[in-house]
């Protein structure tokens, strides 16, 4: 009884962490492919900058901060964000990953022998994964969510000022200081109508 319930009580951990993931996939992408909307700062829209970001590298807390910072500083300036999606195949490799792992995790469950159903000797370690469905729902989780974690993960923190490039995380490595921001909107702006900073701005 000790042993059925024990197999019984891991089939529903097993069912439980593969729906939560599920949820937490789903909001993740909706997340990811959402842009955030335009966040305005006074009436005038001389400007508008363009902030795309790694969603998944933990960059939006990074966004946000230059937001109230550019809201301070130059009132006037439109900023627009978005997740910044990966290069090639990535995504399409992701999702794969994402939806063999899911099954892999419903075969496990279930107790399905895959091999027996084609005809084929079943192996040693797929009749131990059988037989230790906790452990390999576990085990099959957290490899398939690193492996999809680096193939999403573009670290990027790509700024444009109306719609010009004016800043590559993937090229320079890093996020630019507040200085730095500053001074390429001055540069970016010398030549055009070029608006007054917010006279109240403590630097």
Known sequence: MGRFGGR?????????????????????ESESKKEIPATKFGQSQSATMT??????????????????????????ITVT?????????????????????????????????IFGSIG?????????LLENKLYACMMIFFVGNMLEGQLVSSGAF??????VPVWSKLQT?????????????????QFG????ENPDFVK
């Open 158 to 163: 790509e700024i444009s000022l109306n719609d």
């Open 120 to 128: 084929q000797p079943t192996p040693s370690w797929w009749r131990h």
């Open 193 to 196: 109508d070029k608006f007054q």
């Open 51 to 76: 902030v795309l970001y790694c969603y998944s590298c933990g960059y939006r807390k990074a966004f946000e901060d230059y937001v109230n910072i550019l809201a301070e500083k130059y009132p006037q």
């Open 81 to 113: 964000g978005g997740n910044y999606d990966p290069p090639g195949m990535n995504m399409y490799f992701s999702k794969l990953i994402f939806a063999v792992k899911i099954l892999l995790i419903v075969v496990i469950v279930s107790s399905y022998d």
């Open 173 to 189: 490595g890093r996020i630019p200081a507040p200085q730095e921001l500053f001074q390429i909107i001055d540069n970016q702006l």
């Open 8 to 28: 019984n009580l891991s089939v529903v951990f097993c069912l439980c962490l593969a729906l939560v993931f599920i949820s937490g996939m789903t909001n993740a």
